[in-house]
Structures are given as C-alpha cells and as structure tokens.
C-alpha cells in the first residue's frame, strides 16, 4: 500500500469512524488500523507498521503515554511517528508524551485540514506546531522539578551545534536560525541532522526538550 500508513488509537469507536473518514478521503493517506486501548494499539502497530500513529492519552488498560513509550522503544517499529491527540493544548500528559517518543500533539477540536497537515508534516518529521508554540508548551511543563528527568550530555557537539540547539530551543525556526548564525538554512538541517544522532532523539519536538533538559534555555515566566 502507497502513501502514509495511518493507525487509529482512541477508545471512543464514534471518533476513530470520523477521523477513518477524513483520512481515507486524501489519497496520499491510508487508515491501515485501528486500536481501542494502549496494549492493542501497541500490538497493532508491530502488524501493520504504520508511518504515523494518532494517539489518545486517557484510555483503559493502557494508557497512550505508555503505549508510546513501548512503541517508540521498539526497533522494529523506528519509523512510526506517534501524533497525540489531546483535549487541551496543555494537557497534564504533553511534556511526558513527548518524553516517551511522541512527534507531537493535535487539538481534539482541530480541522480537517488541520489533522490532515499534521499527519504529512509528522511524517516528514517536522514539529506539529510552530517551534515557538512548541517551546512554550514544553515550557510550561520543565518548570515542575523532575529529579529522574536525565540531563543531556553536550559533550560531543561542537560549538555550532550548541549554537543550533539553543536557538531550536528558543523557538526559532531553520530560516530564523540561518539568519542568526549567518549561515544557509541546508547548513542548518545539516547541523540538526548531526544533532539528533548525536543526542540519540527522534524529531525536533525532542531537540527542544533536550535543550531545556540540558539548561540551555529556561522557561519563559
């Protein structure tokens, strides 16, 4: 099957039948399956290996923070991309969602169009939101105190990486940083490239976390 590989996971079936409708209507989509708890969601994705993974947070059995956790952990299932679906843009699970692997985060209440962008930008691994949402989002949950939170080590990056992360982290954009460090906006992914192998994260949602986590940039009061 061609296209985006999608995989439903929400325990209301009357959501998972609408969001099916959206996304099967766009022919780069494809709904390959659907899940009503966490453990079958995690059971159904390693059959169906989907691109990008929509899912709820409050769900029985297994709740969608620690599907994600077991889904983004799996070598098997690397290129899955996991979209929360969330009912308010600071929703208590956020910040550990995308702790545990998550790409991001979709409004409940969000457009078609808007669901639809979400699931393609996902894919091509960029943040759901605009970076400076995305900061302010995660802001809103590094100023708890998390002693088990791990802080990333920046012992390997170079100068310019450090750069790049803190400026990531600040919210800016590839076009806003190349601006800033008086570099070409290739360079930049390039730097960003390196830095996610280095740092060992998924996307760029985890490279803002990182930089936070590692004191590069404080939360916004």
């Not at 091509?124 to 302010?136: D, H, K, M, Q, V």
């Amino acid at each position: 099957m061609s296209g985006i590989r999608v995989l439903l996971v929400d325990d209301q079936a009357l959501l998972r039948h609408s969001l099916a409708m959206i996304i099967d209507n766009e022919p780069d989509l494809a709904v390959v399956g659907e899940a009503g708890d966490g453990a079958h969601a995690v059971a159904c994705a390693r059959t169906t290996r989907p691109d990008v993974i929509l899912m709820d947070v409050r769900m029985p059995h297994l709740d969608g923070l620690k599907a994600t956790r077991r889904i983004c952990a799996d070598p098997a299932l690397s290129a899955a991309r996991v979209l929360v679906l969330s009912m308010f843009e600071l929703d208590e699970y956020v910040y550990e969602a995308l702790h545990a692997g998550a790409s991001g985060f979709l409004l409940k209440d969000s457009r078609p169009d808007e669901l639809i962008e979400a699931i393609r930008r996902t894919h091509r691994g960029e943040s759901l939101f605009a970076p400076s949402i995305l900061t302010r989002l995660v802001a809103h949950y590094v100023t708890a105190p998390r002693p088990d939170r791990p802080t990333p080590t920046l012992r390997r990056l170079t100068g310019r990486e450090v750069e790049v992360l803190t400026l990531i982290g600040g919210g800016l954009s590839n076009d806003e940083i190349a601006t800033a460090l008086v570099i070409s906006v290739k360079t930049v992914k390039t730097h960003i490239t390196h830095l996610m192998a280095k740092l060992a994260v998924r996307d760029r949602a985890q490279l803002v976390i990182a930089a936070f986590d590692a004191g590069l940039v404080r939360p916004r009061q």
